[in-house]
């Protein structure tokens, strides 16, 4: 039985992060998609991704903009002016997702009453921990800067939006969009899967640092180098 529930959760959890709600059609659609599943992208980037003009795609990130779906930002490289690079906001984020979370939130909710709470988080952690069977590939761990940049964008596509830092002897993670955010709001435990996942993944223990920051809602975690 508990092995049948962890099979369901676990498709779940996947309709979740991949789902995405028709919120808009053709090009459109097309350029908010790209974007649900890249962390982050430039006008060129995007023309080229879709073989699209870069007009035709600032028109449509225009409109996404306005919409709130999506935030701009300057960034340099180089000499030169700086690039505009555009994300996922996280209504964008929410935008993305199906309508699962009912479901989820019934399931988890019974796994709980049948199965007790410990059992609850060992079953998250224990998806947690096959999602990442599929990021076998990344970059060698010794080359840790190109190997946490591969991760984060990797991370992307899963419905995460994450970014990093070192401070002295630590890496600090901070994420600032989890494909799981309504759960948790009801389940709290939710969160295992994210912990199970990030540490199966890059092969650290990580700490929990909080729920919040100065820059607003998110979730830090950090690991000892």
Same mark, same amino acid.
């Given at each position: 039985?508990?092995?049948?529930?962890?099979?369901?959760?676990?498709?779940?959890?996947?309709?979740?992060?991949?789902?995405?709600?028709?919120?808009?059609?053709?090009?459109?659609?097309?350029? =908010?998609?790209?974007?649900?599943?890249?962390?982050?992208?430039?006008?060129?980037?995007?023309?080229?991704?879709?073989?699209?003009?870069?007009?035709?795609?600032?028109?449509?990130?225009?409109?996404?903009?306005?919409?709130?779906?999506?935030?701009?930002?300057?960034?340099?490289?180089?000499?030169?002016?700086?690039?505009?690079?555009?994300?996922?906001?996280?209504?964008?984020?929410?935008?993305?997702k199906s309508n699962y979370?009912?479901?989820?939130?019934?399931?988890?909710?019974?796994?709980?009453?049948?199965?007790?709470?410990?059992?609850?988080?060992?079953?998250?952690?224990?998806?947690?921990?096959?999602?990442?069977?599929?990021?076998?590939?990344?970059?060698?761990?010794?080359?840790?800067?190109?190997?946490?940049?591969? =991760?984060?964008?990797?991370?992307?596509?899963?419905?995460?939006?994450?970014?990093?830092?070192?401070?002295?002897?630590?890496?600090?993670?901070?994420?600032?969009?989890?494909?799981?955010?309504?759960?948790?709001?009801?389940?709290?435990?939710?969160?295992?899967?994210?912990?199970? =996942?990030?540490?199966?993944?890059?092969?650290?223990?990580?700490?929990?640092?909080?729920?919040?920051?100065?820059?607003?809602?998110?979730?830090?975690?950090?690991?000892?180098?």
């Open positions: 039985m508990f092995l049948l529930v962890q099979g369901w959760f676990s498709w779940f959890c996947c309709q979740m992060v991949y789902s995405h709600k028709a919120i808009m059609k053709n090009t459109k659609r097309k350029i =908010f998609e790209t974007l649900a599943v890249t962390r982050q992208a430039t006008i060129s980037k995007l023309a080229e991704q879709l073989d699209l003009n870069p007009i035709t795609v600032r028109h449509h990130l225009l409109n996404l903009e306005r919409e709130g779906l999506i935030t701009s930002s300057e960034q340099r490289h180089g000499v030169g002016r700086p690039h505009l690079v555009f994300q996922l906001t996280s209504d964008g984020q929410q935008a993305k979370h009912n479901l989820a939130h019934q399931l988890l909710s019974s796994v709980e009453e049948t199965f007790g709470q410990d059992s609850s988080v060992a079953l998250l952690e224990t998806i947690g921990k096959k999602m990442a069977q599929s990021y076998e590939s990344l970059p060698s761990k010794d080359q840790l800067p190109d190997f946490l940049d591969e =991760f984060c964008d990797l991370m992307a596509a899963e419905g995460f939006n994450l970014d990093w830092e070192m401070k002295e002897n630590r890496i600090y993670l901070r994420n600032s969009s989890c494909p799981y955010h309504h759960l948790n709001q009801t389940h709290p435990e939710i969160c295992a899967i994210d912990r199970a =996942f990030f540490t199966q993944v890059l092969g650290r223990e990580l700490q929990f640092e909080n729920g919040n920051s100065a820059r607003g809602k998110e979730c830090v975690y950090s690991f000892e180098v």
